[in-house]
């Protein structure tokens, strides 16, 4: 294995227990990493205020992929900022609530906005959108928004992709599956691995001494950028195809399991 220089992983049943928890101790490996020259990436569809809160002593020595790739933060300042036309955003509003069961979620950089009626569902939302708010008609919102997600409650995220979602929108948008209740709608080209290109060009790190972790579809094209890119054991079973690297579970904390074995090496 190459000497690595930076380590990208997801958040969500990647990094992140079922419970939402980093691996224990993790600001100690955090700062190992840093000793070691490793710059640490968190590739997330979660947006810039909600990975800050999640590593406050770290925020500003760490790379933020934001939104799948839409913002991006190295270090204290934003690089790259790709947003989705409002016009765009309000016709992606109409079409889920008249042809899916799902429920659209405005993305803005400052905080998401979901209809009035769906504030039953405050709490999921919550739990990776640490700023929401509601209003009454979703089509009257103006701002900067970089993604729109749709919350399925049916759990029919696949299939609503697969028979709504992709064929509408697949075309002009970046389009994923990132949970069975969730799907993502970014601008064309937006995804982890096009966010990957961007730092391997601004670090001058090339993608053989890149690692990543992930799970489900928002993180292929990452995983098939670098060169060492890890699927979780509790990944989707139909990312088998996007590498050839396997580590444990999020509960066994898989992705911590090869940084020991990265930072082992490369000390030795």
Request: hydrophobic share 40%.
């Amino acid at each position: 294995m190459n000497k690595i220089k930076l380590i990208a992983t997801d958040m969500d049943h990647t990094l992140l227990t079922e419970a939402g928890e980093l691996p224990p101790d993790f600001d100690r490996y955090l700062t190992m990493m840093a000793k070691a020259d490793i710059q640490f990436v968190v590739a997330s569809g979660r947006p810039l205020y909600t990975l800050e809160t999640m590593f406050p002593q770290h925020k500003d020595s760490l790379i933020l992929v934001c939104d799948n790739g839409a913002v991006i933060k190295d270090h204290r300042r934003i690089v790259s900022k790709t947003l989705l036309p409002n016009e765009d955003i309000l016709a992606m509003c109409q079409f889920v609530q008249s042809e899916t069961d799902g429920h659209a979620l405005i993305c803005g950089l400052d905080g998401a906005v979901a209809a009035t009626a769906d504030e039953v569902y405050d709490d999921e939302y919550r739990a990776f959108y640490t700023k929401m708010g509601y209003m009454d008609d979703l089509t009257t919102w103006s701002g900067q928004a970089d993604k729109l997600t749709l919350y399925l409650p049916n759990h029919d995220a696949e299939q609503v992709f697969n028979d709504q979602i992709n064929p509408q929108f697949g075309a002009k948008y970046s389009a994923a599956v990132t949970a069975d209740c969730w799907i993502d709608i970014v601008p064309k080209y937006v995804n982890k691995g096009e966010a990957l290109r961007k730092i391997s060009t601004m670090m001058d790190v090339q993608p053989d001494e890149m690692m990543a972790f992930g799970d489900t579809f928002n993180d292929k094209e990452m995983l098939q950028y670098v060169k060492y890119g890890y699927l979780v054991a509790n990944a989707h079973p139909q990312m088998k195809q996007y590498t050839n690297l396997h580590t444990s579970s999020n509960q066994e904390y898989g992705v911590l399991k090869i940084i020991k074995q990265v930072l082992a090496r490369q000390s030795a």
